[in-house]
């Protein structure tokens, strides 16, 4: 079945940093989304990706749609305290196993440096 | 204000027992789903629902139970044959006939066993 990996596993940052992390697939994704989820709280939305190539930003957030379609990336620029959370990437085959579900990487934990 | 509410935010089990774990939606979404979070992973697709009457096992649906008898809401049941319930619930939606099909986040259920 299809597969997301994703790095790093968690990372600490200080404030001002940038930060980048990866998602990568075994197959072919025709849409990549990235999420950020607070403490007990439900994972909320911060950018989709549709097309091959596509560079999207949100404020300090940038992500992109790797061109072989396997890959996304997500940079956070100037980190802040807030940023500390954890992050994951959710990408659907073309095929869309289960109906086209999505399907989620195990995320990637930001934490401040001590 | 639109959008997916889960509840209750903390639920506990004892041993044998089934408990129901609420979530209604206001944003006149098709699909629903229901997802088990455990520390350090990934997001696990337990049932879905595309349609009213009708819905489907995820990945790991073993122990769990749904219904979907309208529209706005999708109640998970964790029945005594789950033997590790213990976990954040996340319940999501997304609107099939947009062009894009971004899920969106309840603020999830910790269940616990007493």
């Known amino acids: 079945g299809q597969q997301l990996n994703q790095s790093p596993q968690s990372m600490f940052i200080q404030e001002g940093e940038d930060v980048s992390m990866n998602c990568t697939s075994s197959?072919?994704?025709?849409?990549w989304l990235w999420y950020k989820q607070d403490p007990g709280e439900g994972p909320v939305l911060l950018i989709a990706?549709?097309?091959?190539?596509e560079l999207t930003s949100n404020g300090r957030l940038t992500a992109q749609f790797g061109i072989t379609r396997k890959d996304s990336f997500l940079n956070i620029s100037a980190s802040i305290p807030s940023d500390v959370g954890i992050y994951f990437c959710?990408?659907?085959?073309?095929?869309?196993?289960?109906?086209?579900?999505?399907?989620f990487g195990k995320g990637t934990k930001l934490s401040v440096k001590p | 204000d639109g959008g997916i509410t889960q509840s209750p935010k903390y639920l506990f089990r004892k041993e044998g027992q089934n408990v129901t774990l609420s979530c209604e939606q206001n944003?006149?979404?098709?699909?629903m789903y229901w997802y088990r979070q455990d520390p350090g992973q990934g997001l696990r697709l337990i049932y879905y629902s595309q349609i009213v009457n009708d819905f489907q096992k995820g990945d790991i649906a073993e122990g769990y139970s749904v219904s979907r008898e309208k529209k706005e809401s999708f109640p998970l049941t964790v029945t005594s044959a789950q033997k590790n319930p213990t976990a954040f619930y996340l319940c999501?939606?997304?609107?099939?006939?947009?062009?894009?099909?971004?899920?969106?986040f309840g603020s999830g259920t910790q269940l616990s066993v007493l």
């Open positions: 990706l549709y097309k091959a190539g």
């Open positions: 944003l006149n979404h098709d699909a």
């Open positions: 197959s072919i994704f025709n849409t």
């Open positions: 999501a939606s997304r609107d099939r006939a947009a062009t894009n099909e971004k899920l969106f």
């Open positions: 959710a990408g659907q085959g073309l095929g869309g196993g289960s109906q086209g579900n999505l399907i």
